[in-house]
């Protein structure tokens, strides 16, 4: 097997923790383009190069550790949610760092390297990887706002760095992605790894009610226009209109709500919040869009107030490739004979915009209690190194 060292490997991902470092258990707090995130990719790029591979910062900010020649690349992101873990994401940059450089020490093969920018969605979803794969136009990704009304454009300009071209994706025979499966089924099951089949898709939109913002005491119940009401109504009617649409494995969320003026004494005018959907199936995801759609209007209508959407933002479903995915098999049933699986992802992965482009596959370990995007983050040091071995196993099989 490619000569790893697991050690090394442990103290470059608990180093990448300190940076935006939470001092909440191994929480971090590194959002795209925060100053811990271009902090976080300055060390990430002079490591890159102390392994001999030539460092390339895309336009984006997205740092690569380019081999020689066609090779594999390897790796995710290591910007985090507002309150993140300490392994989502970086994890795969490490990893790949590790086993790039064990590449390099055996004389092969070949490997590359990448931390993807903005894959937690600041200001889109996996930003970084989507203008790389031509999922999203980077004029049309300069325009993204984040909550606070920042664009992706003004952001990723106070990054310095940054060469104006982007890496041609030719050179790469295909991605493999290592990853915290976020979820709670290898843990409670005792399995070590995760071998994606699939990754669910995703949408993703703002909606908002407009009624009118009047005094809380002396405006009756009778005839409010009360925004905030309008969403109530409106997320009690979806969990109802979805009953025959779902499956179990379906998922929604409102996970951030922006009332105005957000006021105790004052009868809210306006709200805005995110809805965001995910399932495996490309259809069930359009029919939920239609019955969002529909519900909003309805509210809207019977009671008086404006509805506008936002721009729809989303990434369809997709497999894993075959190869790939057979190597990952077959590694991991050589490494932890029958402590593994194949599992769908529910989580979004730079992995589903970089298949536009090249075959890819993932690789899961086990999270702790199934907890992530909080700091409470947290996966054995021992199935972080077992999906290093298995990581391994695969990249020398592929060759």
Known sequence: MLPIQPERFLADLHRLRAFGASCVGKGVVRPAYSEADIAARAWLAERIREAGLDVHVDPIGSVFGLAEGRSLLLGSHTDSQPEGGWLDGALGVI????????????????????????????????TGSAVWSGGIGLAEADALKDR???????????????????????????????????????????????????????????????????????????????????????????????????????????????LHPNASSIVPGRVTFSMQWRDGDADRLSRMEAIIRETAGEVAASGGFDLSFGPLLGLEPVEMDA?????????????????????????????????????????????????????????????LVTGLRVLARAVQALG
């Open 95 to 126: 990893a790949g760092l590790e086993i790039a450089r064990a590449a390099a020490a055996a004389g092969g093969p070949p490997v590359s390297v990448v931390s993807f920018q903005d894959e937690e969605g600041r200001f889109g979803v996996t």
């Open 148 to 258: 606070d009304g920042v664009t992706f454009g003004a952001a990723r300009a106070g990054m310095q760095g940054r060469a104006a071209d982007f890496v041609d994706p030719a050179r790469f025979s295909g991605f493999l992605e290592m990853h915290i499966e976020q979820g709670p089924v290898l843990d409670r099951a005792d399995e070590a790894i995760g071998v994606v089949g699939a990754i669910v898709g995703i949408r993703d939109m703002k909606i908002t009610f407009e009624g009118e913002q009047n005094h809380a005491g002396t405006t009756p119940m009778q005839g409010r226009r009360d925004a905030f009401q309008a969403l109530a109504r409106f997320n009690g009617m979806l969990a109802e209109r979805f009953a025959n649409v779902v499956t179990p494995r379906t998922v929604w969320t409102i996970g951030h709500v922006a």
């Open 323 to 383: 190869r790939l995915r057979g190597a990952l098999e077959e590694a991991a049933e050589a490494q932890v004979p029958g402590r593994w699986r194949v599992m769908p992802s529910g989580a979004l992965h730079d992995a589903t915009n970089v298949s536009r482009l090249m075959p890819v596959a993932m690789l899961f370990v086990p999270s702790i209690g199934g907890i992530s995007h909080a700091f409470g983050e947290d996966t054995d040091e021992a199935d």
